[in-house]
């Protein structure tokens, strides 16, 4: 979606055309929501009391998409940015790690961070710590959508063309919500199998590293994905074959890493 907030009021326009004629963003609805549910599997005690004390009985997997909800609320215009990083291909992890810390502005790297800051502050009003909490579930997420973390010359693959069995569409939103919609579970029963794969020692695993680690994991995993999906490639089955352990695995680690971060933020 990140393409139609750069060009300003038309592009809302086109946003607002787009969203009548069920137009999907990061990750969907689907793949926010089984992020969600797959952290509030794994939140320690003590974050499950803090959570709960921001967002009453409403679970993360509720709360996940109101982020790319408010888009269509002017007031928070200056929110689009934070849904993504754009970094050149194939670059060392040094040069990666480097060059995402120098990126202008505020985006996805440096609002993770600032959310999280806000959310350990207790002397921030109340509201502004739900909102902080709204926004961290939603952008863990978009952290594990590769193509969030893809490049600018195609605007993290909106520009891109695809033929997802015959019916147009762009390499971005493949990823966001059409192999996933194409799995055909709901959010819970995804949630529920992903869940299940996942080891003591797998989980211990993938829940260590650093931001930048999970940045850069991701990123190397937008290389791989642009190579297999030149513009005009016409995909269907196969394609789901290559890449759906690909899909399943962020989407657990998404959630795994979600609560390892609210675990560790409210310690
Ligand atoms: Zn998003």
Redesign the pocket.
Known sequence: ?KSLFRFGPRGLVLAAVLLISNYA???GLTGHRVIGEIAQQHLSGKARKEIKKLFGKESLAWWSNW??FIKSDSTWNHASRW??VDLPGHTSKDSFIDQLKKLPGKNLYTQIQDLTAQLKNKDFPLQQRQEALRFLV??V??LHQPL?VGRDEDQGGNKIIVYWFDKKTNLHTLWDSMLIDFQQYSYSEYARLLNNTAGKEQIKQWQAGSLEDWFYESHVMSDSIYDATPNEAKLSYRYNYQFQHVLDEQLLKGGLRLAALLNETFK
Do not use: A, R
Request: proline residues 8%; without cysteine; aromatic residues 24%.
């Open positions: 979606m963003f990061s990750w982020p790319d849904h993504y939603h952008l997420g978009d969030h």
